[in-house]
Structures are given as structure tokens and as C-alpha cells.
């Protein structure tokens, strides 16, 4: 009588380990697909709920509980962005992907030092900087599904189309067309030093108010765009050219006396953090060209500093 239940223990104990174990892995290819840390939260959550509420013996049926998770949690996604495309039409202002943290300041502002949060399971790899996500928010949902299934995570078009139900070719032509996209939007790399430093002239030249610094930092044709999501004050519209961006920032200074200006990585690059009376308000990522900062995107939406402001980021 005890080797059946000491089988089925085992069985448990294997099933819940390897399903567990897929939780980074989902974690990490829904933040990408999705662009909002909050969003990639809720589609996991529902993907191992539709997990638990399935019979055991049909648990116990699927031959690959990873491949059966990695395919819900894709087309949950995908019906996900289907939506959020009506829901960011209504959206106040421009939408712009959730910026993270790095991982090693993730783990040391944790609030109460209670384990990792998912912020911490996203890997900052390039495939997941403000340029990299922007462009992909500009996909159709199928492509970006198709590219990051298979140029990032490396999937076979055989199962991509498993998961997304096309067929391998079409999916094979929804990768290409994504990568014609992502080519023609994206900047020669820039190395992360060399960032780094271009980022910390930019905070300095704006603590001093030194308006002919910034412009020189700035490419002329430089855009900044910020997300407040209709919850803070901050333009609607994009601001462009060097002097425009420049003038602005200076205004903001004036109007916020005590502004504390932070480098920071930012989805895995150099990036700056503004705080006001010790609190975040405003995570800024950058793109450079030509040795210059092409774009600005500043992150004020409250809802989108999550990871920011709740784990006692400094």
C-alpha cells in the first residue's frame, strides 16, 4: 500500500519542481512581450491558474508541463496585446514600456527582504533596453510574438507556430518583417561606458542649469517623450530638437526646487532617476547616435514606478 502513495508523492514532488521552475522563464518572455512588468505579473498568474484548475490526470497527460506553460502564456499575451492596443488609443499621452531596475539594486532595496521579486527574474539583456521594447511596441502583435519567440528565445519556427497557431512559414515571414522594423529604427550600438559617461554629462549640465551644455549633449533632431499617463503632470507630446528639450528641462528645474538627480542602469543601460523630497517621480532612459542622446524616454506614471518606489529603491 505505501508504494503507490510514496509514487505518487514522487510524481508531485517532480511535477511541482518543474513547473515551479518555468516561472523566471515565463516571467522573462511576458515582460518582453508585453512591455509592462505589471502585465507579465497577471498573464503568469493566469497561466499557472489554468495549470492548477486542470484534473491531475490531465496534468499528468502532458508530456512537457514547460512547453504547455510557455504556449498559454504566449497566447495570453497575445490576446493581451490585442486589447492593450484599443486600451492605449485611450491613453493619456504617449504609452511608454514599464522601465526596471538592475537586478543587484532590485535585490538590496527589496521591501523586507522577503525573496526576489519578478523584476528580478527579468534579464537585462539588450532585448529588453527602452530603444529594443519601443520598437517592438510599434509590431503588430503577431510579429512581435513570432520575433521575440524566436530571435530572442530562440524557439524553432516549427514551434513557434505551434504556440501561435500559423504555420512555420508564416511565422518565418513575421520574424523578417520584425527585424526589417527593428533595423531600420535602431541606432548603432552604443558601449555601455561610453553611455555611461554621455548620461553623467546630461546630469550634470542640467544640476548646473547650464543650457549650452545640454544642447551640446543633445542631437539636434533629438526627441524626448514622456509617460504620465494622465495621473502626473507632464507633456503630451513628444519634445523635439536639442535647444527645445533643453529649454524644457531647465523650466523643470525651476519649478521643482530640491529635484535629486540619480545615475542609474535602467532596463540594463545607463540611465538617470529623479527623485523630489526622497521619492522617485521620474525614470529616464536614453538612446545615443553619433556620440549624442537621440532619445529621451522619462517615465513619471506612478503606476509604472513600481519597482522603484515600494522595494525602497534608493
Known sequence: ???????????????????????RQLINLAYRLLGSLAEAEDAVQETYARWYAMP?????AIESPGAWLTTVATRICLDLLGSARVRRERYVGTWIPEPLPDRTEWISG???GGGADPADWVTL??????AF?????????????????HDVFRYPFAEVAEIVGRTPAACRQLASSARRRLRAAQAPAVPTAGQAGVVRDFKEAWEAK???????????GATMIADGGGLVGTVLRPVEGSERIAEYLIHIAGKA???TLLERTVNGRPGLVAQHAGVTVTVAAFSLGGGRITRIWAVRNPEKLRPWTENGQP
Open 110 to 112: 527589496s521591501a523586507g
Open 210 to 220: 547650464d543650457i549650452e551644455a545640454l544642447i551640446g549633449l543633445l542631437d539636434p
Open 257 to 259: 526646487p530640491g529635484l
Open 125 to 130: 539583456d539588450e532585448s529588453v533596453n527602452m
Open 1 to 23: 500500500m505505501g508504494t503507490p502513495t510514496e509514487s505518487e508523492h514522487g510524481w508531485f514532488e517532480r511535477g511541482l519542481s518543474e513547473v515551479v521552475g518555468e516561472r
Open 56 to 60: 491531475r490526470d490531465r496534468q499528468e
Open 133 to 149: 521594447l519601443v520598437v517592438l511596441e510599434a509590431m503588430t502583435p503577431a510579429e512581435r510574438v513570432a520575433f521575440v519567440l
